[in-house]
């Protein structure tokens, strides 16, 4: 309410002698207040320029988003309301959250991490051992056999794409020159089961088993490849639900992404110092820290199988007695010294943060109740914990304590709950608000080419005005309906669920790009597929597109919306009839438009320590070298890329994008 009248204020009074001093105190007072409250300000006191201000592409309103005919600017999502009763030192909370999402020990394998699928404009643009043939969904959709390149490691080319060949791209209804339902995805971990973490050890240690879902050549492992494809990470905390179907909800209960609709989940609280309680917790606007519980135990992307998040937080500790220093973070990694949130912890030319344990970080960033405590938790064969006492040593970190696999520290088991709010305050850095499209909202005219003009005048008005009706599912400025913004008073546990059910809050059935017997997405079945409307910002940076990566280009993309969609043989829409220059228009504004330069050349917030990636194997499709291991069924030598450490100022020459398209 105070920034209400302070902005009456403002406009009151700004042609009088007077508002040459109440304009400054007024616009002093609403940013400081509106801050404060955790957010940043988009008083938009000048109107949009055409044609932002007569949009015809409309969603239906909303509560938060009235007047999508007339849309704010990019404003920031409000932190959890109540993340205070966790945090201690945000500044902490955010070098925590950056280093565990970079670091490679975080993968059973000491190899894969969040990052291994987001590195390149939070996306991933690799192109060998990416193709997943239809396995890890339903397991009565369940399909081991590779179509496109005709086995595992397979490395793609341009000329596989689009997935949905038609001999006439403008014509749905023209011959089907080929057609699969293999997805263009990102390669993660090979198939083994956990038989332990050791702490102060990166690798777990697991015993590989023969591949059920196909990845295999000539009978020897090969790294899995996830079942959709990875979306970026930039600018996800706009998103009210994450993943494409949704399934991380937008409150995070400390343990997994399934939010306040799993009333077990508990976290320990110390309520004293020798006495445990097991808690539920509820943080709002935390759909990222949901996000964050379930990749690190995907067997497709960072775990073995069987792997907790209690047994994670335990390898990054050190036995009493033994010769085992604890993992230090990023310690098989270089960190750039201008690394705009580690660069002050770098050390420089050796890898590794001068922050010597996570156990650090969580002390420094969460209240004592959430991580101090003087008992320990027991899990038995079936999964139930226990809390016994321990022996006080005085020491408050966790490095030297001794304890049986079974046997967790309240440290260990609140890793899911310190892991979540931490990469969510990282991701949420990730915002690239600063595009050609934001400046020219902003009133700088001249920010967009008139190429790039018309392809906005293509994007926001509807068939009947000569546009594409882009904005009616990739609604600015998010460029998503399925926002935090327009789905305010919204829940997931609103009885219909219709956060998923209701298409206006940005999640949409049988759109068309492939058949619900390929995936359902939140369908839940073969017989409709459910699927939320992607976020644009980048899209120029983070080919392939859709959830099965089936398209490779933004001109595949523009012509099948152009055709009317239908490639998954169902439901058609309105064919748009776009001429060649508005299609060339429309890919100009989507591609260069919306491209912030920080996240094409890596300058801060989107700098990053060095990354080992897997990137196929040695070989192809046909053939693959074992690499030696003793564990079980033979793998194949990894063949690893180096992304190199980028400090706060970037890069000059950018990475090239998928395939070099």
């Given at each position: 309410m105070l920034i209400l009248i302070l902005l009456w204020i403002y406009l009151r009074y700004k042609t009088t002698i007077i508002s040459r001093y109440l304009r400054p105190l007024a616009i002093f007072v609403i940013v400081s207040v509106a801050i404060a409250g955790g957010g940043i300000v988009s008083a938009?006191?000048?109107?949009?320029?055409?044609?932002l201000n007569n949009i015809t592409s409309l969603p239906l309103p909303t509560p938060g988003d009235p007047n999508p005919a007339n849309p704010p600017l990019l404003t920031a999502v409000a932190q959890p309301s109540n993340l205070a009763d966790f945090v201690d030192d945000q500044t902490a909370l955010l070098k925590l959250g950056k280093a565990l999402f970079w670091d490679m020990q975080l993968g059973s394998d000491g190899v894969q991490s969040c990052a291994s699928c987001h590195f390149h404009a939070g996306a991933d643009n690799r192109s060998k051992n990416q193709i997943n043939p239809g396995s890890g969904l339903l397991e009565s959709l369940k399909d081991i056999t590779f179509q496109v390149g005709g086995g595992a490691n397979y490395q793609l080319t341009a000329?596989?794409?689009?997935?949905?060949?038609?001999?006439?791209?403008?014509?749905?209804?023209?011959?089907?020159?080929?057609?699969?339902?293999?997805?263009?995805?990102?390669?993660?971990?090979?198939?083994?089961?956990?038989?332990?973490?050791?702490?102060?050890?990166?690798?777990?240690?697991?015993?590989?088993?023969?591949?059920?879902?196909?990845?295999?050549?000539?009978?020897?492992?090969?790294?899995?490849?996830?079942?959709?494809?990875?979306?970026?990470?930039?600018?996800?905390?706009?998103?009210?639900?994450?993943?494409?179907?949704?399934?991380?909800?937008?409150?995070?209960?400390?343990?997994?992404?399934?939010?306040?609709?799993?009333?077990?989940?508990?976290?320990?609280?110390?309520?004293?110092?020798?006495?445990?309680?097991?808690?539920?917790?509820?943080?709002?606007?935390?759909?990222?820290?949901?996000?964050?519980?379930?990749?690190?135990?995907?067997?497709?992307?960072?775990?073995?199988?069987?792997?907790?998040?209690?047994?994670?937080?335990?390898?990054?500790?050190r036995k009493k007695g033994q010769k085992i220093k604890s993992l230090r973070p990023l310690a098989k990694q270089l960190v750039d010294p201008q690394d705009s949130v580690l660069g002050s912890d770098s050390r420089s030319r050796q890898p590794g943060l001068k922050i010597a344990s996570y156990d650090q970080l969580i002390r420094k960033a969460f209240k004592k109740q959430w991580w101090k405590s003087n008992s320990i938790i027991q899990v038995?064969?079936?999964?139930t914990p226990t809390i016994l006492a321990k022996n006080d040593d005085g020491n408050e970190s966790e490095e030297g304590q001794t304890l049986p696999a079974n046997q967790f520290s309240l440290r260990d088991w609140n890793f899911s709950l310190f892991s979540?709010?931490?990469?969510?305050?990282?991701?949420?850095?990730?915002?690239?608000?600063?595009?050609?499209?934001?400046?020219?909202?902003?009133?700088?005219?001249?920010?967009?080419?008139?190429?790039?003009?018309?392809?906005?005048?293509?994007?926001?008005?509807?068939?009947?005005?000569?546009?594409?009706?882009?904005?009616?599912?990739?609604?600015?400025?998010?460029?998503?309906?399925?926002?935090?913004?327009?789905?305010?008073?919204?829940?997931?546990?609103?009885?219909?669920?219709?956060?998923?059910?209701?298409?206006?809050?940005?999640?949409?059935?049988?759109?068309?790009?492939?058949?619900?017997?390929?995936?359902?997405?939140?369908?839940?079945?073969?017989?409709?597929?459910?699927?939320?409307?992607?976020a644009l910002r980048n899209i120029g940076l983070t080919a392939p597109y859709m959830h099965n990566g089936g398209m490779a280009t933004l001109e595949q993309v523009v012509d099948f919306y152009n055709r009317g969609r239908g490639d998954d043989g169902g439901r058609n829409a309105p064919v748009l009839n776009l001429t060649d220059t508005q299609k060339a228009d429309l890919v100009a504004f989507l591609k260069n438009g919306l491209t912030d330069q920080r996240v094409l050349l890596e300058k801060a917030p989107f700098d990053?320590?060095?990354?080992?990636?897997?990137?196929?194997?040695?070989?192809?499709?046909?053939?693959?070298?074992?690499?030696?291991n003793t564990n079980g069924t033979p793998t194949a030598t990894d063949q690893l890329v180096e992304i190199p450490a980028v400090g706060r100022n970037g890069v000059t020459n950018p990475k090239p994008n998928f395939l070099g398209l």
């Open positions: 938009q006191v000048t109107p949009n320029p055409a044609p000329a596989d794409f689009p997935f949905h060949k038609l001999a006439d791209p403008n014509d749905r209804t023209s011959t089907v020159i080929s057609d699969t339902n293999d997805i263009a995805s990102s390669q993660g971990v090979f198939n083994s089961v956990l038989k332990n973490t050791v702490p102060g050890q990166a690798v777990d240690s697991t015993t590989s088993e023969p591949d059920p879902d196909g990845f295999q050549v000539n009978g020897i492992n090969v790294r899995r490849v996830a079942p959709r494809n990875s979306p970026t990470v930039i600018n996800a905390i706009f998103n009210k639900l994450q993943f494409w179907d949704g399934r991380a909800k937008e409150i995070f209960n400390g343990v997994n992404p399934k939010g306040a609709t799993d009333l077990s989940a508990k976290v320990y609280k110390a309520t004293k110092p020798k006495e445990l309680t097991a808690v539920s917790v509820s943080l709002n606007n935390s759909s990222i820290a949901s996000l964050v519980t379930g990749p690190l135990l995907s067997e497709f992307e960072t775990s073995a199988d069987g792997r907790t998040l209690p047994q994670i937080g335990a390898k990054f500790l038995d064969s079936k999964g979540g709010l931490a990469m969510q305050k990282y991701i949420s850095t990730l915002v690239s608000d600063k595009t050609p499209f934001d400046q020219f909202q902003a009133g700088n005219t001249n920010a967009l080419t008139d190429q790039e003009k018309s392809g906005l005048s293509v994007f926001v008005n509807n068939g009947v005005n000569g546009g594409g009706s882009c904005n009616v599912c990739h609604a600015i400025p998010e460029f998503t309906t399925a926002s935090v913004r327009r789905t305010t008073g919204v829940a997931s546990t609103d009885s219909t669920d219709p956060l998923i059910n209701n298409p206006t809050n940005g999640f949409f059935p049988n759109f068309g790009v492939t058949p619900a017997s390929n995936d359902p997405g939140a369908g839940k079945d073969s017989t409709r597929s459910v699927f939320k409307a992607p990053h320590p060095q990354l080992f990636i897997p990137n196929g194997h040695p070989g192809n499709q046909n053939s693959v070298t074992a690499s030696g």
